[in-house]
C-alpha cells in the first residue's frame, strides 16, 4: 500500500504571499465602510440632498396650498354671499303681474278691459345695459281700461309679438300718504334694492329701481321697475316693470343708432 499524499510544506516566500493578500483585502473592506463620524462620500452626499430637497418641496408645497386655499376660499365666500342676496318676488296682487308679461297680445288682452283709444306704433326697442341701447323691432303700446277696478288704466307695450312693459297708472284703492315701497305692495311686488331717486320736476319724483337694486325675475328673464307720481298724489302715480334683459343674438345684429323718435 502507498503511502497517503501528504501537502507539501510551503516556503517562505509563499507564507509571505498569502499573508500581503489578507492585508489588501482588509485595506479593501475598510475602505468601503468608513467609520463613524467620518466624512460622508458622494454617494452618501447625493442621497442627503435628495432627502433634504424632498424636505423643502413639501415645506413650499404646504405654504402655497395653505395661500391658495385661502385665496379659494376668499372667492367662494364672495360668490355664495352674492348667490345668497335676496330676489325680488312677485306676490299676490290686484292683477296677475307674471300672466302679463312675456305673452302675446291673444293672452294678455282677455285678462284687462277695452282699449283705451288708440295705441301707438314704432320699429325700434330700447333697453338700459347699462348704457340706453337701440335695436330694430316691431313695437307698439296700448292702454286698456280695468275690469278689477284697482287701476284707472294699464298700459302694455308689446316688442316683436310678446308683451315686455306694464304699467299700472292710478291705484284707486291705495290709502294713506303715498310711498314708493307702499306702491311696490299694491300692485303686488317686493323688491330687495333700494331704488336711484330722481326729481325731474319741482313736484314730481321717480323711483327707479334697476336689474342689481330690483333682481326680478320672471319667467327667468331680468326686468327693472320704476315708480312715479307727480304730487305725491295716489291718482297721479304709475308704477311700470320693464323687460331689461341683454341683448340676445339676434337682438345684438339689429342694434341701431338711436332713432329720431325718442322711447322710454
Same mark, same amino acid.
Request: aromatic share 6%; hydrophobic share 40%.
Given at each position: ?24 483585502? #482588509?485595506?479593501? #473592506? ?5 467609520? @463613524?463620524?467620518?466624512? !460622508?462620500?458622494?454617494?452618501? =452626499?447625493?442621497?442627503?440632498?435628495? &432627502?433634504?430637497?424632498?424636505? &423643502? ?40 303681474? /307674471? ?6 297680445? /291673444?293672452?294678455? @288682452? ?27 323691432? @316691431? ?11 284697482? $287701476? /284707472?288704466?294699464?298700459?302694455?307695450? $308689446? ?11 292710478? !291705484?284707486?284703492?291705495? &290709502? ?8 311696490? =305692495? ?17 313736484? /314730481? ?10 333682481? #326680478?325675475?320672471?319667467?327667468?328673464? @331680468? ?42
Amino acid at each position: 500500500m502507498s503511502r497517503a499524499h501528504r501537502p507539501a510544506p510551503s516556503s517562505p516566500s509563499a507564507r509571505r504571499l498569502r499573508a500581503s493578500l489578507g492585508v489588501v483585502a #482588509l485595506l479593501v #473592506l475598510a475602505s468601503a465602510c468608513p467609520a @463613524q463620524g467620518d466624512a !460622508p462620500k458622494a454617494g452618501d =452626499a447625493k442621497t442627503s440632498a435628495g &432627502t433634504n430637497a424632498g424636505n &423643502t418641496k413639501t415645506a413650499g408645497d404646504t405654504k402655497t396650498a395653505g395661500d391658495t386655499k385661502t385665496a379659494g376660499d376668499t372667492k367662494t365666500a364672495v360668490a355664495d354671499t352674492k348667490a345668497a342676496e335676496p330676489l325680488g318676488r312677485v306676490l299676490d296682487g290686484p292683477l296677475p303681474i /307674471a300672466s302679463l308679461l312675456g305673452k302675446p297680445p /291673444a293672452e294678455v @288682452q282677455p285678462l284687462l278691459s277695452e282699449p283705451l283709444g288708440k295705441g301707438m306704433v314704432r320699429t325700434s326697442c330700447v333697453r338700459f345695459l347699462p348704457e340706453r341701447t337701440w335695436f330694430s323691432c @316691431q313695437f307698439a303700446t296700448q292702454r286698456y281700461g280695468d275690469r278689477s277696478g284697482a $287701476y /284707472a288704466a294699464i298700459a302694455v307695450e $308689446y316688442s316683436d309679438g310678446l308683451s315686455t312693459a306694464v304699467a299700472f297708472e292710478g !291705484p284707486k284703492n291705495a &290709502t294713506g300718504p303715498f310711498d314708493a315701497r307702499a306702491a311696490l =305692495a299694491y300692485v303686488g311686488l317686493d323688491l330687495p334694492g333700494e331704488p336711484k331717486v330722481e326729481n325731474p320736476d319741482a313736484d /314730481a319724483v321717480v323711483y327707479a329701481w334697476f336689474n342689481a337694486a330690483a333682481r #326680478l325675475l320672471i319667467d327667468g328673464r @331680468q326686468y327693472r321697475v320704476v315708480v312715479s307720481s307727480v304730487g305725491a298724489d295716489w291718482a297721479r302715480t304709475k308704477i311700470e316693470v320693464i323687460l331689461n334683459d341683454p341683448l340676445n343674438e339676434a337682438e345684438r345684429a339689429r342694434v341701431i343708432e338711436r332713432p329720431t323718435a325718442d322711447a322710454k
